[in-house]
């Protein structure tokens, strides 16, 4: 049986009846989910309401998510503009995708990180040595009109509820990004300018029911390289996130996105908000698709701590400035580590 399960492409194309995850899946001991060990979130990773952000209160939910960035780097976001037919649109089109025949999904797979649309499984394929139990869907949605005909064209929906999806959670970022420049004391439109032209990817992210959810993951821990991703998740649980030396596990409130800060902002805040390890798990009984929204600098842009949170004295700037290639390039040419990949980027201390 794992012989067959390991000559497909992706893990949603095994034998739904295999009974053990392929060799080739199983993590170390010393490396797997522990998965009773973990705390449920509960109200631990703050919920805030976007409501007011445009009113009267607009200082307090800068506080709040002030607040969150640097406590947490994780919370879960409501009221925040995107409609609810969105949403569920999308989450409905990404289902069809992946229970489209094998033939139809595999027609944009590709290994190759740097294509702009690919279907693949596990985090980087040419690099993992253990694989993870995760298909996906990757592409670039900003601006849309540069890449919208490289998209899936099945389902029939595909590009239309796409498009939507990502203006609309665009927006919402934009938005996020001008109440977290002001929550850092900066000009709201300072990472916004920082970012050049911008740049903005999408993950289709599908984990189907795995026999032995308990010896690999469907993302081993990792922190995002992103400025800030705004994640949706269906009403499968699975994400967790590091904290106080725990795992909490995020669960999922419809409507409600969770957001992360990434490590291009923890560099840009000089480490005041931070970029924090985040996993997902699999189960024995459902499939789990999550859709998160990456928001990036464009290529050209130049990364480093705002000039107005460093000074002489107290606060001497952890990270150089440097191209956002260079990071790039350093990303992907790993597996999913442990290690930050912000240690290569380092202010010199002598
Ligand atoms: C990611 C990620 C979590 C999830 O794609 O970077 O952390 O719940 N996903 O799928
Ligand atoms: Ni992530």
Known sequence: MAASATSKLLVSDFDSSISHVPPNYVRPISDRPNLLDVESSGDSIPLIDLRELHGPNRAEIVHQLANASSTYGFFQIKNHGVPDKTIDQMLAVARDFFHQPESERVKHYSADSTKTTRVSTSFNVSADKVLNWRDFLRLHCFPIKDFIQEWPSSPDSFKEVTAEYATSVRALILTLLEAISESLGLESDHISNILRQHAQHMAFNYYPPCPEPELTYGLPEHKDPTVITVLLQDQVSGLQVFKDDKWFSVNPIPNTFTVN????????????????????????????????????????????????????????????????????????NRSLATASCLDAFKASTT
């Open 261 to 332: 800060i990434g490590d291009q902002m923890q560099v840009i805040s000089n480490d005041k908000y931070k970029s924090v390890i985040h996993r997902a798990v699999v189960n024995t009984e459902r499939e789990r698709l999550s859709i998160p929204t990456f928001y990036f600098p464009s290529t050209d842009a130049v990364i480093g701590p705002a000039n107005e949170l460093i000074n002489e004295q107290e606060s001497l700037a952890v990270y150089r400035t440097f191209p956002f290639v260079e990071y790039w390039d350093t990303f992907w």
